[in-house]
């Protein structure tokens, strides 16, 4: 049978209808899968040792005779033991198997092979305990090399594996290379069949470097060449020009309550002019929580409704949908722009609660200029008249995906301007790669007079004293928030989290005080209430679930408790601790957590020891990975099997091998493989 890259594995030799299905499960069902199917570790057994050299727990690798195999069957502990003597010219050695007495079936005395595995001093002697065994060949697969070890399923063996990857790897040569050669060759990068033949059986440790080097390079290279045929393709479209008002911008600034930071007229003014321009700005603004991104989007709302275009301003939740409409329309007076509120249940237009006829009608019509809301933005049957203008808040699926959807509800014909915003900021890795179509700005002071908010992971039996810390602030006059984690996956909003807490609190805890509750599941009415009692200072602590945790402004709240802080990625818990500190006072963060393990405690203190945004994002993007928190798992990125977002060095090359080959080829018109392979990959280019 003549086998191609393309060959269900059903139809290789030795695979069975059962293993087919194992192999599925993985993920694996043609050949070209096999060998995509990148060893996840490497056991290095190419070092040989001669028996004599042997020491007790070590792993080792010896190439000797069988002198003697048997099996033993012991009674009393009903099992069989394998028990063999292998030699070579410097001395034996014993090694056992424990309930596999089909070995003396494989191996009979006088046969040569290769033993890999653990030695450890038993009553009769160093042993080698359930070696991995190999007769002699002319070359090995699981011994005496370097030896790939696979993710595996139930009732699949490495050896299973290895078997049909070494049976497929010849036609590694079938798949195409689609990286230009030249530039391979500049960059000293091996053919894509060689990486592949290496990564799965490494001849040494330095081929299997360069194999690890080229796979990975594929994988970033995409990601840049996309990112970069998605800023090419918006700086192709026409956007609404939007002119920069200096009148009207200065007279907005001047009445404000303060003064802004030098980082914030720097934000305001690079977009400001991005929206001057005929191509689509999109642009990321990144700027701690508290430090006043809102404020530069009013500006740059402001002036887009001064120039008769509509602006989207789209939250995340509920709350904080209400919270902007509030904001906004304390700040912007109602005869600069006219100013409407959307969400899943509430419409409000001209200051008043709207039906959804009414309420659509405005819109299309233009009597609306900026429409402040939720998601419900996008699923609703709203449809602009001039939509020029579009604000993502604290989101990290960025944009492209929301703009397209938006852009269907406009006539205008242009593409509209987008800014995201968010307060975990973006470790330079990933800003160079998933997100390397966006500009971003970032607002790195905070406004004057924040302190420094005093941080404490705080051990179960200090929680009595904690207890008691929090009645004497807000005795003092002061509020506390309690954020309770999602415990079990059945209550996917942690609203039975929040709801038991909440009930503990006011029952056993703080019998006296005035306790709140925030949730996911509340309705609209309910969840207003709830926050402007707090806000009113009517409730002195607020219990709510992560669902519902951005953005919330109380600037009297002075202690923020984070329960089963582990489950939260730090740049979460940092988001938490942002809505204190808002105010004179000073404040507090005392974070709980149940679990040991010293991963989780290294990731609680870094939260103590620093600040800085942008310190946690690294910090996080380390430990837990860029899927975990950036939400990139879910938003169409095409999957990194072997490359890392934080290896920085092989990303700055992946981006200057993108401009190599962009410069030489805007369209890829001379690279057709290459540009197959991106049509291939998940995020597409195309805009509209
Ligand atoms: P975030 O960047 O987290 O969205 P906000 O825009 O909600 O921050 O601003 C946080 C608080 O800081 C708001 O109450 C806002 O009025 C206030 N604020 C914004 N800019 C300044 C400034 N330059 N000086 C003082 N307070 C400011
Ligand atoms: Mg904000």
Request: net charge neutral; glycine share 8%; with cysteine.
């Given at each position: 049978m003549r086998i191609s890259i393309n060959t269900p594995i059903g139809e290789l030799p030795r695979v069975g209808p059962a293993l087919t299905k194992r192999l599925n499960k993985l993920g694996i069902t043609t050949v070209a899968d096999l060998l995509w199917y990148y060893p996840f570790r490497y056991e290095d057994y190419s070092t040989i040792t001669p028996i004599v050299d042997i020491h007790t727990d070590t792993k080792v690798t010896i190439k000797g005779q069988v002198t003697l195999i048997a099996n033993k069957r012991v009674f009393r502990r009903r099992m069989f033991i394998t028990e063999c003597i292998i030699t070579d010219d410097t001395g034996s050695i014993k090694a056992v198997w424990f309930n596999q007495p089909f070995i003396t079936k494989l191996l009979?005395?006088?046969?040569?092979?290769?033993?890999?595995?653990?030695?450890?001093?038993?009553?009769?002697?160093?042993?080698?305990?359930?070696?991995?065994?190999?007769?002699?060949?002319?070359?090995?697969?699981?011994?005496?090399?370097i030896v790939p070890m696979y993710s595996l399923t139930e009732r699949l063996t490495e050896k299973q594996i290895r078997f049909l990857i070494k049976l497929v790897l010849p036609l590694a040569e079938q798949i195409p290379d689609w990286m230009p050669e030249s530039l391979r060759r500049t960059h000293k990068l091996i053919p894509l069949h060689q990486a592949l033949r290496e990564i799965h059986f490494p001849t040494n440790k330095n081929t299997l470097v360069q194999a690890r080097t080229r796979l990975k390079i594929n994988e970033l290279l995409l990601l840049q060449l996309q990112s970069r045929l998605i800023r090419a393709a918006l700086q192709s479209k026409t956007a609404p020009v939007i002119p920069f008002d200096e009148t009207l911008t200065k007279t907005f600034v001047g009445r404000l309550p303060f003064t802004l930071t030098d980082d914030q007229r720097r934000a305001a003014w690079t977009i400001l002019q991005d929206l001057q321009k005929t191509t689509p700005m999109n642009r990321l603004l990144q700027g701690d929580v508290g430090s006043g991104k809102t404020v530069v989007a009013a500006i740059a709302m402001l002036n887009a409704s001064r120039a008769h275009f509509q602006s989207a301003l789209m939250a995340p939740t509920e709350i904080l949908a209400l919270q902007h409409y509030a904001t906004i329309t304390t700040i912007i007076a109602p005869e600069e722009a006219r100013i409407a509120l959307l969400t899943r249940s509430k419409k409000m237009l001209r200051?008043?609660?709207?039906?959804?006829?009414?309420?659509?009608?405005?819109?299309?019509?233009?009597?609306?200029?900026?429409?402040?809301?939720?998601?419900?933005?996008?699923?609703?049957?709203?449809?602009?008249?001039?939509?020029?203008?579009?604000i993502i808040d604290e989101q990290h699926r960025f944009g492209v995906d929301q703009r397209k959807q938006l852009k269907q509800k406009s006539d205008s014909g242009t593409i509209p301007h987008l800014l995201s915003m968010t307060a975990t900021p973006i470790p330079r890795s990933l800003a160079l790669t998933?997100?390397?179509?966006?500009?971003?700005?970032?607002?790195?002071?905070?406004?004057?007079?924040?302190?420094?908010?005093?941080?404490?992971?705080?051990?179960?039996?200090?929680?009595?004293?904690?207890?008691?810390?929090?009645?004497?602030?807000i005795s003092a006059g002061r509020q506390a928030f309690v954020i309770c984690p999602l415990i079990e996956e059945s209550d996917k909003l942690g609203v039975k989290a929040a709801t038991d807490e909440h009930k503990r609190l006011q029952q056993d805890i703080f019998p006296e005080l005035q306790i709140g509750l925030l949730h996911g599941k509340m309705n609209i009415e309910e969840k207003e209430h709830a926050m402007n009692d707090f806000s009113a200072g009517k409730t002195n602590i607020l219990v709510a679930t992560a669902v519902v945790e951005v953005g919330i402004d109380v600037p009297n709240a002075s202690v923020m408790v984070i329960e089963g802080a582990d489950r939260f990625g730090l740049a979460q818990l940092h988001q938490f601790r942002g809505r204190?500190?808002?105010?004179?006072?000073?404040?507090?963060?005392?974070?709980?957590?149940?679990?040991?393990?010293?991963?989780?405690?290294?990731?609680?203190?870094?939260?103590?020891t620093t600040q800085n945004g942008?310190?946690?994002?690294?910090?996080?993007?380390?430990?837990?990975?860029?899927?975990?928190?950036?939400?990139?798992?879910?938003?169409?990125?095409?999957?990194?099997?072997?490359?890392?977002l934080t290896d920085l060095p092989l990303i700055m090359l992946a981006k200057s091998m993108a401009e190599e080959i962009l410069t030489d080829d805007p369209d890829l018109s001379k690279n057709e493989l290459l540009a197959k392979q991106l049509r291939q990959s998940s995020r597409s280019v195309h805009l509209e």
């Open positions: 009979a005395q006088g046969d040569l092979a290769y033993f890999s595995g653990t030695v450890e001093m038993t009553k009769f002697g160093l042993q080698l305990v359930g070696p991995q065994y190999e007769k002699i060949k002319k070359e090995q697969t699981h011994t005496a090399r200051g008043k609660l709207a039906t959804s006829a009414t309420f659509n009608r405005a819109i299309e019509q233009h009597e609306v200029d900026i429409l402040v809301g939720t998601h419900a933005l996008i699923q609703d049957k709203v449809k602009f008249a001039q939509l020029g203008f579009i998933v997100y390397g179509d966006l500009d971003v700005s970032t607002i790195t002071q905070m406004p004057p007079g924040r302190k420094p908010i005093m941080t404490k992971v705080v051990p179960p039996e200090k929680r009595e004293a904690a207890n008691e810390f929090i009645r004497k602030e204190v500190g808002r105010a004179a006072h000073q404040s507090y963060c005392l974070v709980f957590t149940d679990a040991t393990n010293d991963k989780a405690i290294e990731r609680l203190t870094a939260l103590t942008f310190i946690l994002a690294e910090k996080d993007l380390e430990m837990r990975g860029p899927g975990e928190v950036y939400g990139l798992r879910q938003s169409g990125f095409p999957e990194l099997k072997i490359a890392t």
